[in-house]
């Protein structure tokens, strides 16, 4: 089997070769690559690889930048230290993976799925949802908003924002300490500046804090009640269409 290493920490790279080669001695290493740009040129080239290694973060950027200027028509294996929210996105996207420090026998059962799967290119499907999952765990989100309240502006770190919610066509936040602020935007908007790990828009009227939900109750028809603190004027009910999606969101 013939390999690439795409990774620019040596130590990695010379550890992933060495546990390869204890895992078969066969295995031939035919080019060791540490960022983006060299990464594209030879892989624009014909070459012999029948299987990639990959680390995300390079020395100049994300490999997947990669995708975007050279077409691969060989399996990828990457290399990671995102947490587990990413992971199962990767899963999603059917993008085999390692997490950092690489463990033999995960190693070696990559191997043996790449040969059970020999032949089998990446698609563009799959390249096309790895793209998107890099763009969305690297967009910037909104750290802080600066709030009317009273006769002052008050920055308020979204952190410490239970929640946003729609008050008679009005739009306010509520911070953990209970002050109410009224926004001049659409929840809409909010939303997309949101960063989903934390904030998550659970009805129309709704999008509240992960940190700031106490419990959640089960509700009639399959939907749920979620309390929050501090406790808003109404209650916020979730849809049984979104219950699931919702619940796997909490267990992230």
């Excluded at 033999?104 to 059970?116: I, T, W, Y």
């Excluded at 499907?125 to 989100?141: D, F, H, P, W």
Aim: with cysteine; charged share 25%.
């Amino acid at each position: 089997m013939k390999v690439i290493i795409v990774e620019d920490e040596l130590a990695a790279s010379e550890n992933l070769a060495y546990l390869l080669h204890a895992i078969d001695s066969n295995i031939e290493i035919i080019k060791v690559l540490d960022c983006v740009t060299d990464t594209v040129k030879y892989l624009s080239k014909p070459n012999e690889a029948e299987l990639i290694f990959m680390d995300i973060h390079l020395a100049d950027g994300i490999s997947f930048e990669i995708f975007e200027q050279v077409k691969i028509d060989r399996p990828v294996v990457f290399t990671t230290a995102y947490d587990q929210y990413a992971l199962k996105a990767f899963k999603v996207n059917s993008i085999d993976y390692l997490l950092k420090p690489i463990d033999e026998d995960e190693l070696s059962e990559a191997l043996v799925q790449f040969k059970e799967q020999k032949g089998e290119a990446q698609t563009n499907v799959q390249m096309e949802g790895l793209l998107s999952l890099i763009n969305a765990r690297t967009k910037t989100y909104k750290t802080s908003y600066l709030l009317n309240h009273r006769d002052q502006l008050v920055p308020l770190k979204t952190e410490n924002i239970a929640y946003f919610y729609i008050d008679t066509g009005v739009v306010k936040a509520v911070a953990t300490d209970s002050r109410s602020f009224t926004m001049d935007t659409k929840l809409e908007d909010i939303e997309h500046e949101l960063d989903p790990a934390l904030f998550y828009r659970v009805n129309r009227q709704f999008i509240v804090n992960k940190n700031a939900i106490l419990n959640i109750k089960f509700y009639f028809n399959g939907k749920l009640i979620v309390d929050v603190a501090p406790k808003p004027n109404e209650r916020i009910i979730i849809s049984k269409a979104k219950a699931s999606e919702f619940k796997n969101w909490m267990n992230s």
